[in-house]
């Protein structure tokens, strides 16, 4: 069973950058794909950005693409998620989430991921 913990939200001005990371556990983390996806309130889980544990090729959401990068630490078993030129619109629970590699379907369906964290929140203020 993979175990997943956010950190590192809190709050932060619009323009400012964030990095949140995502502490993993379990076994074979090879045979999974990291994701960070964020909810607003009364709205459905937006995809953000995946990354292959192994290879470490990145996918992302069209609307952080070119602001955020997601990255990972295999010896730390870290997955990071650098946030910059953030605004307001970014304001959201991030969660951290994995799913099996091998699995067919697209990396930005939330209810691919098997594994979730319990989420840290990013407020941004203009």
């Known amino acids: 069973q993979v175990q997943l913990i956010e950190s590192g939200g809190g709050l932060v001005r619009a323009g400012d950058s964030l990095t949140v990371s995502c502490t993993v556990s379990g076994p074979t983390l090879s045979r999974f794909v990291l994701g960070w996806f964020r909810r607003v309130t009364g709205k459905d889980r937006e995809f953000v950005a995946a990354i292959y544990w192994i290879g470490g090729a990145t996918y992302y959401g069209d609307s952080v693409r070119g602001r955020f990068t997601i990255s990972r630490d295999s010896a730390k078993n870290v997955v990071y998620l650098r946030m910059n030129s953030l605004q307001p619109e970014d304001t959201a629970v991030y969660y951290c989430?994995?799913?099996?590699?091998?699995?067919?379907?697209?990396?930005?369906?939330?209810?691919?991921?098997?594994?979730w964290g319990q989420g840290t929140q990013v407020t941004v203020s203009a």
């Open positions: 989430a994995a799913r099996p590699t091998l699995r067919a379907g697209v990396l930005s369906n939330d209810y691919e991921y098997d594994y």
